[in-house]
């Protein structure tokens, strides 16, 4: 059987950096305009502010729609106003919202080449192992075949 080296658990530590937490790496790096970011899409893309939005839309229609013409403080034409700064709405929040998508995106991607070093330097560690123990088993076995041979004098 061919003998590979053996690597030293200093050796392994040498050949990898130290393994680094993914999501405070992420956080660190972030600017200040990007943690807005990532804030406004956290918050507008989650089923709550769906619910606030839709609520508040169907509760100003309906108030304007059905209240007595008196108690109406947006009547008709106010509608295309309210239609006009909803499409802002929608205008401003898709760029940062994409914009917090992509910084999320970057997050994975870290996520994902710590997880994959992690991956290899375990591999190594199990390969170091492996070979360990199968020149363990050599050692062990020679050990038996002397035991096992008659003493000769």
Same mark, same amino acid.
């Given at each position: 059987?061919?003998?590979?080296?053996?690597? /030293?658990?200093?050796?392994? @530590?040498?050949?990898?950096? +130290?393994?680094?937490?993914?999501?405070?790496?992420?956080?660190?790096?972030? /600017?200040?305009?990007?943690?807005?970011?990532? $804030?406004?899409?956290?918050?507008?893309? /989650?089923?709550?502010?769906? =619910?606030?939005?839709? #609520?508040?839309?169907?509760? $100003?229609?309906?108030?304007?729609?059905? !209240?007595? +013409?008196?108690?109406?403080?947006?009547?008709?034409?106010?509608?295309? #106003?309210?239609? =006009?700064?909803? *499409?802002?709405?929608?205008?401003?929040?898709?760029?940062?919202?994409?914009?917090?998508? *992509?910084?999320?995106?970057?997050?994975? &991607?870290?996520?994902?080449? &710590?997880? =994959? #070093?992690?991956? @290899? @330097? !375990?591999?190594?560690?199990?390969?170091?192992?492996?070979?360990?123990? &199968? *020149?363990?088993?050599?050692?062990? #076995? @020679?050990?038996?075949?002397?035991?096992?041979? +008659?003493?000769?004098?």
């Amino acid at each position: 059987m061919q003998h590979q080296k053996l690597q /030293s658990l200093e050796e392994i @530590k040498q050949q990898y950096r +130290p393994i680094r937490n993914a999501n405070i790496q992420h956080q660190e790096e972030l /600017s200040r305009i990007n943690k807005f970011a990532l $804030w406004i899409t956290e918050r507008v893309g /989650s089923m709550g502010f769906f =619910f606030i939005i839709f #609520l508040w839309t169907m509760l $100003w229609l309906g108030w304007n729609t059905l !209240a007595p +013409p008196k108690l109406s403080f947006d009547p008709y034409p106010a509608f295309v #106003l309210w239609l =006009f700064i909803s *499409n802002m709405i929608q205008i401003f929040l898709m760029p940062l919202i994409m914009i917090g998508q *992509n910084l999320q995106s970057r997050h994975a &991607e870290i996520r994902a080449e &710590e997880d =994959f #070093l992690i991956n @290899k @330097k !375990a591999e190594t560690e199990v390969e170091t192992i492996l070979v360990h123990l &199968e *020149n363990q088993n050599e050692l062990i #076995l @020679k050990i038996l075949e002397r035991l096992q041979q +008659p003493e000769t004098k």
